[in-house]
């Protein structure tokens, strides 16, 4: 190995250590106390892009690849290299491709860490992984795969359902509290964790066709947006504050105008910024996927009253709200995730 070579990973490890000192603190400062175990980083040179959290007896250990940094970086460098997306996102946002990367990198982070926070470990007799990218190499889906086989309760579905509440959560806590003199950073984090979502279907679609390991991107970014429209409601909503540990949620109303404005100035622009990301990197089928922005929007407001998948027009909404259903019909299973949808709100 070269010397460069040599410095180059050490500063990839550097900066996935950086991301992951972020997530923590992160963590620490939304829930009021420190996360309950101290992660193992293991960064691995391999130029794949994937990453994963596994428990190995009481150690509880992050992978990842040195691809999975540079793989955040090219793309976010060939973002800002690119006019169009210069002119609809880089101009207004005044960030750069550095930031943009490490904010990337601590939602993967935080992403990993929500798996062990929520259990996702629990009730296994072998080393449970729970990857955010892929890779043959290390076999990773072929366990997955047989663990399904031997327990009759975490079918594929389930792994779909891990992962997006891991992002369900990972995305809460990166996105933190709504602020109205936040709008501009907010659409930073929310392009920082679309991109991420866009690396992990191309580098799942890449070795897998047919992308059974992971929901499809448009799906995550359904997801991601619906929180977003929600974060004005949330912070008026007092009795939610248990739900999300109460920290930072102001009580105080947000006027419907406001709300109003950070749906035009804020979703919007963030909906197109992941049209415009997924441009840069020639994902069409993200594009295609994504859909209308008008129908887009229009599903989100319908998951809200009606959680019949044949009423939805996307297809991120209707994988989302299938995977909802079968979520909520395992009762010994009942988190909140699901039951944001199944649930009055005002209850
Ligand atoms: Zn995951």
Known sequence: ????????????KQQL??????????????????????????VVDDPEFWAMAEMDGDIFRIRVSTGTADGTAKLWTSAFNDEGFVASFGQAIGTDAR???????????????????MGHFDNQHE?????????????????TAEHSETHPSASAASGLIFE????????????????????????ARIA?????????????????????????????????????IDM???????????????????????????????????AVPAFFDAVSLARVVSAQSIIDDLGDAGEFFSDIQTTKLDVN???????????????????HSQPDKSSRWASKFFSPIDT
């Open 192 to 228: 920082a964790i679309s991109a991420m979502m866009m690396l992990i279907e191309r580098a799942d679609s890449s070795n897998y066709p047919h992308g059974a390991t992971h929901p499809k991107a448009a799906t995550r970014m359904f997801q991601l947006l619906g929180h977003v």
């Open 127 to 143: 080393p449970n992984l729970s990857m955010t990218g892929s890779n043959k190499e290390h076999g990773l889906v072929k366990r």
């Open 1 to 12: 190995m070269h010397l460069c070579d040599k410095s180059g990973m050490s500063d990839v």
């Open 17 to 42: 250590k950086r991301a992951l000192d972020t997530a923590l603190a992160q963590y620490t400062e939304t829930m009021g106390e420190a996360f309950p175990i101290a992660p193992i980083l293991d």
């Open 164 to 187: 997006m509440q891991a992002d369900h959560d990972a995305t809460e806590m990166l996105l933190d509290a709504y602020s109205p003199d936040e709008w501009l950073s907010l659409r």
């Open 309 to 327: 998948p044949d009423n939805l027009n996307t297809i991120g909404a209707r994988e989302l709200i299938t995977l909802k259903h079968k979520m």
């Open 99 to 117: 930031a943009m990367t490490h904010i990337g990198l601590v939602w993967l982070m935080l992403h990993e860490l929500h798996h062990f926070q």
């Open 232 to 266: 004005p409601t949330l912070s008026a909503h007092p009795n939610l504050q248990d739900a999300t540990n109460g920290e930072g949620y102001s009580a105080e109303a947000v006027s419907e105008e406001e709300t109003t404005r950070f749906v035009t100035q804020v």
